[in-house]
């Protein structure tokens, strides 16, 4: 699984283009079809967030089994309504380069169709890539960038599950160096974007503090403050985020242009594919499974310690 440098297709290569470039073209179209897809780009771009850093914090107190049943519902079906918008934002994004957009109720109902595709694709991918970063790092690197425009298949050309992560494969062959450093460049750069967004956000905070503290009004101070956050976090979710999926996507369409010509990976080649994958796969559902039971055992033996301590500092007492 490592990277290939043929170098038969060191004359072609140029054709990709650089990191500035992409960014540009995608800035062009952010700006050419924000306003019809504007609440795709923000409901789409929430995604990120998921509750991914740790729900159990919100259950840290004394609640009722209702209350708790209701509060994880309510996660549930806002994380998969966000899913769902970042799907139909990912395929009204292809239909727009197809010409074949119709509306935003037309990419919702597309991305329903897609919906479950979408995430044992996800599943897949994050197995996979978990297994083979649990070897030494650097082949799970190398996978990553292999099965990169994984989703992008299947948004894009309608293939499913290995069939996209193969697809992905072959479009990345040979290109492989060139994939990974336009991504991250191209990441840095939208980095360095956001970095300067905060880095003015905290000018005008500062300046406001400082108007805020003139009027001696605490009221006026946190409606700046409120302001500038909703602000700074349009600018995320509805600049940056669409940003950088955008860029995301013009390395795909780029990269299918350059390759169209090109012969395809032949049928014992891609089934060696597969079965990288496959045993990435398992290796890597295994290590989720031994970490799943190693969480469950700490929380209960650390639970069973301090019930433990308790107990004793309650006998000790009596």
């Known amino acids: 699984m490592e990277p290939q440098t043929n170098q038969s297709s060191l004359q072609k290569k140029h054709i990709l283009l650089d990191p500035t470039t992409l960014i540009i073209q995608a800035w062009a179209f952010y700006k050419a079809n924000v306003k019809r897809l504007w609440p795709l780009f923000i409901l789409g771009s929430l995604d ?21 049943v209701l509060i994880i519902t309510a996660i549930i079906i806002i994380s ?5 918008s970042k799907i139909a934002l990912w395929k009204s994004i292809s239909d727009v380069r197809k010409g074949q ?9 597309k991305a329903n169709k897609l ?5 044992l ?3 897949i991918v994050a197995l996979s890539t978990f297994g083979a970063l649990a070897l030494l790092i650097v082949p799970g690197i190398i996978l990553l960038v292999y099965v990169i425009f994984s989703r992008f298949e ?18 990345v062959r040979d290109y492989w160096w060139g994939i990974l450093w336009r991504s991250f460049v191209a990441g840095l750069m939208i980095g ?13 905070v500062a300046i406001l503090i400082f108007i805020a503290y003139l009027s001696h009004s605490l009221i006026v101070l946190s409606v700046f403050i409120s302001v500038s956050i909703v602000a700074y976090a349009a600018f995320i979710f509805g600049v940056i985020a669409p940003l950088g999926l955008l860029t995301s996507f013009e390395l795909y369409f780029n990269l299918k242009s350059v390759r169209a010509n090109d012969k395809l990976a032949d049928e014992n080649t891609n089934k060696n594919r597969k079965n990288k994958i ?3 796969m398992i290796l890597g559902g295994l290590i989720y499974v031994l970490l799943f039971v190693s969480g469950i055992a700490l929380a209960y033996t650390v639970k069973r310690n301090i019930y433990n301590k308790t107990h004793q500092t309650i006998t000790t007492q009596i």
Do not use: Q
């Not at 990120?48 to 708790?68: A, D, G």
């Not at 998969?80 to 769902?84: A, G, I, N, Q, Y």
């Not at 360095?192 to 005008?204: D, M, N, S």
């Open 48 to 68: 990120m967030l998921s509750f991914r850093s740790n729900p159990v914090k919100i259950f840290s107190f004394e609640m009722s089994i209702w209350v708790v």
């Open 80 to 84: 998969l309504l966000l899913l769902l």
């Open 101 to 109: 957009f119709v509306s935003i109720k037309d990419s919702y109902k």
């Open 115 to 119: 919906f479950w595709s979408f995430v």
């Open 121 to 123: 694709l996800n599943i």
């Open 154 to 171: 299947l948004i894009d050309s309608g293939k499913k599950d290995f069939k996209a992560i193969l697809g992905s494969w072959e479009l």
């Open 192 to 204: 360095l974007i956001v970095f300067a967004g905060f880095f003015a956000l905290g000018i005008v």
């Open 278 to 280: 496959i045993v990435t």
